[in-house]
């Protein structure tokens, strides 16, 4: 996970590739394929890794969510809300990480009502508060969404140079500073490398 914060994707891919390997119908190693493919931005990818965790276990919310940010990703929001508010439902009704991952799911359909509604709902979790911030930056507020980031704690900014829903704020100085404060050494400008497809791995019978 570290070689992919820091956009080292080709050799994350090929750390996931081994773990999948060893152990190839674990639903949370392929959802941990599927999110380090949407960060290295294969969002095919990261669907297909998905689906084939909810293969092995339709009720795995956090394979839901990630597949929503990936259809997120594809520009696909009818999808990608579906799958968040499945995720949702799977944890209870409540899960503040995707309810704030929801918030900017509606956003970007253009549905500012519902993005402000999830993002009020998921402000009450630490672990939320930079999911809360990239979900303002997505309605084009980046002054209540650099607040937010600088409110986080620094363990949930380790994603922020390869995250997509950070991409608004990218050019911001007051964003470029936070990651500077980080202390984590910059990403490299790598391309997103396509992550080996070895989803048929999770049809094999133990």
């Known amino acids: 996970m570290y070689l992919t914060a820091r956009g080292r994707h080709a050799e994350s891919a090929e750390q996931m590739r081994i773990a999948r390997e060893l152990d190839?119908?674990?639903?949370?190693?392929?959802?941990?394929?599927?999110?380090l493919s949407y960060f290295a931005r294969?969002?095919?990818?990261?669907?297909?890794?998905?689906?084939?965790?909810?293969?092995?276990?339709?009720?795995?919310a956090i394979a839901h969510a990630v597949m929503g940010r990936a259809y997120e990703g594809e520009k696909r929001y009818d999808k990608a809300i579906a799958e968040l508010h499945r995720a949702i439902d799977l944890s209870g009704g409540s899960n503040?990480?995707?309810?704030?991952?929801?918030?900017?799911?509606y956003a970007l359909s253009g549905d500012t009502t519902e993005a402000r509604k999830f993002i009020s709902?998921?402000?009450?979790?630490r672990d939320s508060f930079s999911?809360?911030?990239?979900?303002?930056?997505?309605?084009?507020?980046?002054?209540?969404?650099i607040s937010w980031l600088q409110r986080a704690d620094d363990a949930s900014l380790t994603w922020m140079d390869?995250?997509?829903?950070?991409?608004?704020?990218?050019?911001?100085?007051?964003?470029?500073?936070?990651?500077r404060k980080s202390g984590?050494?910059?990403?490299?400008?790598?391309?997103?490398?396509?992550?080996?497809?070895?989803?048929?791995?999770?049809?094999?019978?133990?």
């Open 24 to 35: 190839p119908r674990s639903p949370i190693i392929l959802t941990a394929s599927g999110f």
């Open 42 to 60: 294969d969002y095919k990818q990261a669907v297909e890794f998905c689906n084939a965790a909810l293969e092995l276990d339709p009720n795995f």
């Open 96 to 105: 503040p990480v995707y309810q704030a991952w929801l918030a900017y799911a």
């Open 121 to 125: 709902d998921s402000k009450h979790d």
């Open 131 to 145: 999911d809360v911030g990239a979900a303002y930056a997505a309605l084009n507020d980046t002054t209540d969404a």
């Open 162 to 179: 390869v995250d997509p829903h950070f991409d608004p704020l990218r050019s911001d100085p007051r964003f470029q500073n936070l990651v």
């Open 184 to 206: 984590l050494p910059p990403a490299l400008p790598e391309s997103g490398a396509p992550v080996e497809p070895m989803v048929a791995a999770s049809k094999q019978t133990s």
